[in-house]
Every structure is written in C-alpha cells, then in structure tokens.
C-alpha cells in the first residue's frame, strides 16, 4: 500500500513542473526575455533616426565624366556620418537644375536598396549615372547644379554640375540618368 502514495506523489510533482515549464511569462507564452529582447530592438529602432543632411558630410567625385554626347558618365558620392547613428533606406533623392528647368533623376530600376544603419564615422556611397546629351537637342537639360536630399529628411545641399548636359529620354524633363542605392561603403 506504501507504492500507491509515492506514486500519486510522484505524478503531483512531475504536473507542478511541467505548469512552470513556461518561463514565468504571461499567457501569450512569451516569456521575460521575450518581452526585455523584442523592447531591446525597438529602441534600437527607434534611436537609428533617418541621417539628415546637417550631420553627414555629402562629397562629390571623383567623377568618370561623358567625354561626347552619347556616353556615359558616373558621379560618385560619399555619405560620413558625423553624427549619432542614422539609417539610410531607399535612394537619396537627386533633382538636376539648369536655369530655367529641372528635372529628378530616378532610382535604378535593377536595384534592390537595402536600409544601413551609419554609426558615428561610418560612411556610405550612391552614383549617379547619366547619358551626355547635346546642348543644341532640346531633349537634353543643361544641368548647372544637382539638389541632393536624403530619404526621410527634408534639408538639401547642391553641387555644381560641370559633367556637360544630359540627355533627355523623351524630353529634358526625363534624364537619361538614375542613381544608385545607397551602399555601405567598400561593399
């Protein structure tokens, strides 16, 4: 008779355990940990605020520029980040001005942007590529300066544009240009 006592005891201890097997979560299952990692990367989210013009630095060149209308020329850009950690997603956002028009220069269309996260010295880069056009076609924009904004942001910085026109795919409004993602720089 002293087997059956043990026994009950036994089954008691095992069901005990087994109800506290859950790791002292709440209902949904999700335990502390759960909950202190899921806060964790939110506010590591939220602390990687979009890079603004103002605490970057934003360089030009060295450029491969078009010798002769018909070609191709690229523009390099580097992004420093002088700041606190910002990300950077998508495609900066590049208009092309000459003195009376302008025109924005897509995305590359084959491009798979990825979002970077720049801490502080860390850099990043983004080309832009155009077609030299014909200052006598008036398919092409005689570019004097390029606007550059970063996603998510609203201040701009320009440059000169001293790479000669750019050829207009329908029209000076649509530049046979586009720009790359941004890329971490060295990838």
Same mark, same amino acid.
């Given at each position: 008779m002293r087997a059956i006592p043990i026994a009950v005891t036994a089954l008691v201890a095992a069901l005990t355990l087994t +109800?506290?097997?859950? $790791?002292?979560?709440? @209902? @949904? $299952? @999700?335990?502390?940990? &759960?909950?202190?990692?899921t806060a964790s990367a939110t506010d590591a989210a939220a602390?990687? /605020?979009a890079c603004e013009i103002g605490q970057v630095g934003l360089e030009? $060149?060295?450029?491969?520029?078009?010798?002769?209308?018909? =070609? /191709?020329?690229?523009?390099?850009? %580097?992004? %420093?980040n002088s700041g606190d950690q910002c990300t950077l997603e998508g495609f900066p #956002?590049? $208009?092309?001005?000459? =003195?009376?028009a302008s +025109? %924005?220069?897509?995305? =590359?269309?084959?491009?798979?942007?990825? !979002?970077? /996260?720049?801490?502080?010295?860390?850099?990043?880069?983004?080309t832009i590529t155009y077609v030299r056009g014909d200052a006598a076609d008036?398919?092409?924009? &005689?570019?004097k300066t390029v606007k550059i904004s970063l996603p998510g942001a609203t201040a701009? !910085?320009?440059?000169?544009?001293?790479?000669?026109? #750019? +050829?207009?795919? %329908?029209?000076?409004?649509?530049?046979? +240009?586009?720009?790359?993602?941004f890329q971490h720089a060295g990838d």
């Amino acid at each position: 008779m002293r087997a059956i006592p043990i026994a009950v005891t036994a089954l008691v201890a095992a069901l005990t355990l087994t +109800a506290c097997s859950d $790791g002292g979560g709440d @209902s @949904s $299952g @999700s335990s502390d940990s &759960d909950t202190k990692a899921t806060a964790s990367a939110t506010d590591a989210a939220a602390a990687a /605020t979009a890079c603004e013009i103002g605490q970057v630095g934003l360089e030009a $060149g060295p450029a491969s520029e078009a010798p002769a209308a018909g =070609d /191709t020329g690229i523009v390099p850009f %580097t992004i %420093t980040n002088s700041g606190d950690q910002c990300t950077l997603e998508g495609f900066p #956002v590049i $208009g092309l001005n000459a =003195d009376e028009a302008s +025109a %924005t220069v897509a995305g =590359d269309e084959a491009a798979q942007p990825e !979002k970077l /996260t720049l801490a502080k010295d860390d850099t990043a880069t983004f080309t832009i590529t155009y077609v030299r056009g014909d200052a006598a076609d008036t398919k092409s924009l &005689d570019a004097k300066t390029v606007k550059i904004s970063l996603p998510g942001a609203t201040a701009t !910085k320009d440059f000169p544009w001293s790479y000669g026109p #750019v +050829a207009g795919k %329908t029209g000076a409004s649509d530049p046979d +240009a586009s720009v790359s993602p941004f890329q971490h720089a060295g990838d």
